[in-house]
């Protein structure tokens, strides 16, 4: 088999993601790569915006690695700044886990940052699927996962309890329970109308979401479809019975549940309302979402 050899790293870092020291971390992994001949070369980021700029703009060379330190929220920013460039000019992307969440990374059992490292060395590049979602005509891309509703209302929660560490999104969906909110959508998935009123509509490229959160078993970020979840409006107890489900993933097993792996969905709401796009909040009237296959590269663990 070919070797794939990195040379060297960009390794963007949030000093203030997750519950550690990132720049510590990031002091860490920089020795762990020098020691194994690969330089690296470590950016901090000081506002929201700063990972997405320094992707976009870091010089393309051969056998280097754009590599973020954080949470889903840093990577988010990595991909849609090499989405920014040419596709000849796209470097890949790799993550070592620093925050909370880290979704994407759990689904490839690398959820430690010494074993995400020792991948980094020992892999290759291999195209992932994004979800290209439109944002009142805004593109923006996500790699983990996608969704309005208690979905968005929910990481919004969760951001401001941040303060309670990893176990604030089962705190912040708890809340979301108890609140019961649900709203008309216009829904429309592969073509077929599916508008109804809706607790929430989540897509998702890989299997976990938030921490532990076994929202849709079956995703995998390279099989050319998103795993869309759809709970239509019920009450209290079944939704907690639903929540209880998500450690296992037996939710998806509950007739109150809509599951189907789809390539694309439109969703238009009679106002502007909030949307979860890999953990990010944002404000649209409507959102249309689809898989795009072969963007983009993320350095992963040679498959057998």
Known sequence: M??????HIHLITNPKGGVGDNLALAEQARKFFFSHGVSCEVHSTA????????SAEIPQKPQTLICAMGG????????????????????????????TGNSFMEDLGLIHPRSAMES?????PQPIDLMECGLDGAIEYAFNVCGWGMMASGNQR?????????????????????HCRSNHAQLEVDGKDLSAEYHLIAASNSRVVGKGMLMSP????????????????KGRRTLMRLFKGLANGTHIQDPS?????????RVRTPQSNCWNIDGEVRRANEMSVSIRSGLLNWWLPEKR
């Not at 995998?220 to 998103?226: E, I, V």
């Open 47 to 54: 506002a929201p915006g700063d990972a997405t700029q320094w």
């Open 2 to 7: 070919h070797r794939h050899v990195i040379q």
């Open 72 to 99: 889903d929220g840093t990577m988010h920013e990595v991909i849609n700044g090499m989405m920014q460039r040419e596709a000849t000019l796209r470097m890949p992307v790799a993550l070592i886990p620093g925050g």
């Open 218 to 233: 079956h995703a995998k970020h390279d099989d050319g479809l998103m795993d869309l979840l759809m709970l239509k409006k």
């Open 158 to 178: 969760a951001e401001s309890m941040r303060w309670m560490g990893r176990s604030r999104y089962h705190a912040a969906g708890l809340l979301e329970i108890m």
């Open 120 to 124: 980094i060395l020992g892999g290759s």
């Open 257 to 265: 549940v809509e599951y189907q792996q789809i390539r694309e969905f």
